[in-house]
């Protein structure tokens, strides 16, 4: 909850064309615009849309969700339309959560349906972060342009941490 009482609360629902702004470096109450942030990202097993929706109950918060109907299908089956591509709720207190249901043919496994976002417009940075991290691990999604307009890949380090990393479209 809030200092002043009741949790902000906001659902919205935004267009594949605008999806880089989710991602965007957002101000978080300061000043400057932020080139990177670093955040959980957790897998669901196709109840995204509620589990995000309960967050955003404890934390309060903006709530951006975008399905993959949304988004052309992105590669998911037709009666995934409505299922969750991507998540982000961010809260007054500067917490960030994303989130997304696992499409078929997806590995998830409870417990370890959770991964590390990093992201941002600092595209030098990122793809460093980028390489470091997938040096001696496994790359599962290469990092590179991806139907949103933004880079995007996804890798295992090399202690076993999942990791995604998105460089925001210019």
């Not at 659902?11 to 957002?26: E, G």
């Not at 409505?82 to 043919?105: C, V, Y």
């Amino acid at each position: 909850m809030r200092k002043s009482g009741a949790p902000t609360r906001s659902v919205t629902h935004v267009a594949p064309h605008t999806w880089r702004h989710i991602v965007a470096p957002h101000t978080h109450g300061r000043d400057r615009a932020v080139a990177s942030r670093l955040n959980p990202y957790i897998a669901f097993d196709g109840d995204a849309r509620q589990a995000m929706e309960f967050y955003q109950s404890v934390f309060g918060g903006e709530l951006a969700l975008n399905t993959f109907g949304s988004a052309g299908g992105g590669g998911a089956p037709a009666d995934f339309a409505d299922k969750i591509m991507h998540a982000l709720l961010e809260t007054p207190d500067g917490f960030t959560i994303m989130g997304s249901d696992t499409p078929p043919g997806m590995n998830r496994t409870a417990g370890t349906n959770i991964s590390v976002s990093v992201s941002g417009d600092d595209a030098e940075a990122l793809r460093g972060y980028w390489a470091k991290l997938s040096e001696g691990g496994t790359v599962g999604v290469p990092l590179e342009k991806q139907v949103w307009g933004d880079e995007f890949g996804m890798c295992t380090d090399a202690f076993g941490i999942n990791w995604m990393v998105n460089v925001s479209g210019q």
